[in-house]
């Protein structure tokens, strides 16, 4: 089946291939944040659905080369930093630095790149020039620049909006704007004194961009004129795309983007997420309040993208048991392949970078656990839920519908192991298909600041348990204290922790 997207500019489910001839490449451009407070859930909720987006694609055999912009200089920067009274930099950097560190505990992946505005002035100031050569833009009494949009009748195509019935006409200064005020948009606001000491020099006098032409200048300047996939938030989609839209293809006469996607809101216990409700969280509240980078994830990624996402403490408590459920079935995987295979080896980037086929002959031929005509038999139906998963993310990233195929791959095989009925083979490459699914939902629990020999005399002590040797299980048990870990056997298999 091809992989299918959802494009909010024809409102259709549409056939995905990049423009690349060679149909490898893919230019994903994602907006990223604003960088004048903390990012909430409902940002994190769109940055983990354009990680499913990635990863997905990856999976697909793409090379994916994804931008996401830093918006460090807009209306609510300046407003931010003027309020403290410090330069816009140093307000902006430590909102930076968080959003790096809160991407990394929600295990998304990096872009290639993540351009700061600021750095990208010289090239929207260019592209303003172009617009006004032609005529599209122009200087205001305000000495700010403006599009005019009578010169764009797209617009509103990817809104879906009339603009007859709007009477445009007014000119808008405001980074964001309602449907209502439509009108002729900000490229470059002349300096007033609320912008304190956040000016650059342009032809048009000291000032600074507008939002929406930031994007357009950085996804041109880095991806260049065609973009195949453009993401965001549905309140993205106007006026931002929009107007993004209308600047990108005046100024280069090319489709700016092929496939638009925008993920649905986030509400919280059924209530719009705001700060007087209450119930606005950010990532760092939820993790202080006991909940983990990867149970968050989960309760966000879980929901089909296109679907309002409820967020609940329900919700999360749901994500926690799911995530419980599928830790215990692996270790009880691993145990019965009766295999001394390191943790590292399923994080390995052997296996990830083989089809399936070619990884079931790696493992059986490296841990020798069945012959080649006993593996045929009986691990084609292990492999097939592998592949159904795959195939419901290529409907539209039908997450829902794969997760029941890895729930259904972990009831089939936790009661063929009640039963005594599964074999090793099977275990082995049960293990493989987790793991293939692991890289697209990055669930793993989490060892990456546990010393790779710690994790070797922990995973050879759960062998010498499963065969009942006791004394080299205490004996690893020591070994592992003397690296300064402490391991403790739970329901959900062995916890580390270090020795204080
Ligand atoms: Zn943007």
């Known amino acids: 089946m091809p992989t299918r997207f959802f494009n909010t500019y024809s409102r259709e489910l549409e056939e995905f291939h990049p423009l690349d001839p060679a149909g490898k490449r893919v230019k994903l451009y994602t907006c990223g944040p604003t960088v004048y407070n903390f990012a909430h859930i409902g940002n994190f909720r769109a940055y983990v659905f354009e990680d499913l987006l990635q990863r997905h694609l990856e999976a697909r055999g793409f090379d994916v080369e994804r931008v996401m912009n830093l918006t460090d200089v807009d209306d609510k920067t300046i407003k931010g930093c003027r309020q403290l009274g410090v330069r816009l930099a140093e307000f902006t950097k430590k909102f930076k630095d968080a959003f790096f560190e809160d991407i990394g505990t929600l295990r998304i992946k990096r872009a290639k790149d993540f351009p700061a505005a600021t750095d990208y002035v010289a090239q929207m100031i260019e592209m303003i020039r172009v617009l006004e050569k032609k005529g599209i833009a122009y200087q205001a ?239 084609d139906g292990i492999l097939a839920y592998g592949e159904r998963f795959f195939d419901a993310l290529d409907d539209d990233l039908n997450i829902s519908g794969a997760l029941s195929h890895l729930f259904n791959l972990v009831r089939e095989t936790n009661r063929a192991l009640d039963a005594g009925t599964l074999t090793d083979g099977q275990a082995v490459i049960a293990l493989h298909v987790r793991n293939q699914i692991d890289s697209i939902l990055g669930l793993s629990p989490d060892i990456r600041n546990i010393p790779a020999a710690v994790l070797a005399l922990v995973e050879q002590r759960q062998v010498a348990r499963a065969n009942k040797q006791w004394a080299e299980s205490d004996r690893l048990r020591d070994a592992v204290a003397e690296l300064g870990w402490v391991v403790k056997d739970t329901k959900e298999g062995p916890k580390l922790t270090p020795k204080d």
């Open 141 to 379: 009494e305000d000495k700010s620049l403006y599009f005019r949009l009578s010169k764009f009748p797209e617009y509103g195509k990817l809104a879906h909006l009339n603009l007859d019935e709007l009477r445009p006409g007014v000119r808008v200064q405001s980074d964001e704007y309602e449907k209502e005020n439509i009108g002729d948009f900000a490229l470059w606001k002349a300096w007033d004194e609320n912008d304190g000491d956040v000016k650059w020099d342009s032809p048009w006098g000291p000032g600074r961009p507008g939002w929406h032409i930031e994007c357009s200048a950085m996804a041109t300047a880095l991806l260049g004129p065609e973009i195949d996939i453009h993401c965001g938030g549905v309140d993205n989609i106007f006026p931002h795309h929009e107007a993004e839209i209308a600047q990108s293809e005046c100024v280069t006469g090319k489709k700016f983007v092929r496939y638009w996607m925008h993920c649905a809101h986030l509400m919280v216990e059924g209530q719009k997420m705001s700060k007087s409700a209450g119930n606005f969280y950010t990532l760092r509240d939820l993790l202080e309040k006991g909940w983990t980078g990867r149970e968050i994830r989960y309760a966000l990624i879980t929901v089909n993208y296109r679907l309002p996402l409820n967020f609940t403490f329900d919700g999360l408590s749901a994500a926690r048991s799911a995530l419980q459920r599928i830790d215990e079935w692996t270790e009880r995987l691993k145990l019965h392949a009766g295999l001394q295979i390191p943790i590292s080896e399923y994080f390995s980037t052997t296996l990830a970078g083989m089809n399936p086929k070619e990884a079931t002959s790696y493992l059986l031929s490296k841990y020798k656990v069945v012959s080649g005509s006993e593996l045929r038999k009986d691990t």
